[in-house]
């Protein structure tokens, strides 16, 4: 089974692979507040609607901008959101140091920093991902 794409905006993208039970979220551009993304929160349901215990995610934040505190406090809520479903690997892609020094520090405060690592290639994230 492919990708189905569940949410897509100028911000974000969710999709869903139910076969391998992975969740799939593109970021990108500059958040400059929580404000311009109202429903990041609950769009991102229907995805783990289709998804089980144990789900995995990759997150591709390679064309991020640094987020401000608002908006790392938004992304602290939906890694709290993905532990208690159940995700057992969340695999960031990152190609900005800033980035991956803010979302560090959110998975620090999220909880998710014992199930995340990052990498600077997609291709890694998924072999990671994918090791049982």
């Known amino acids: 089974m492919a990708r189905e794409m569940i ?9 869903v692979d139910p076969a391998i039970n992975r969740l799939f979220i ?64 969340n695999a960031e892609v990152v190609s900005s140091a800033f980035v991956e020094v803010n979302l560090d520090e959110v998975a620090s405060h999220s909880g998710m920093s014992a199930v995340l690592r990052q990498f600077k290639s997609m291709a890694e994230a998924l072999a990671w991902l994918d090791e049982k």
Do not use: C
């Not at 949410?7 to 999709?15: A, G, I, L, R």
């Open 7 to 15: 949410t897509k905006n100028d911000y974000y993208m969710f999709e």
């Open 26 to 89: 593109t970021m990108k551009g500059f958040w400059e507040n929580a404000g311009v993304v109202p429903n990041y929160l609950t769009d991102v349901d229907p995805a783990l609607d289709k998804l089980s215990h144990g789900f995995t995610n990759l997150v591709d934040v390679t064309q991020l901008k640094n987020p401000p505190k608002d908006v790392r406090d938004l992304f602290e809520s939906i890694q709290k959101k993905f532990i208690s479903r159940g995700m057992s690997k």
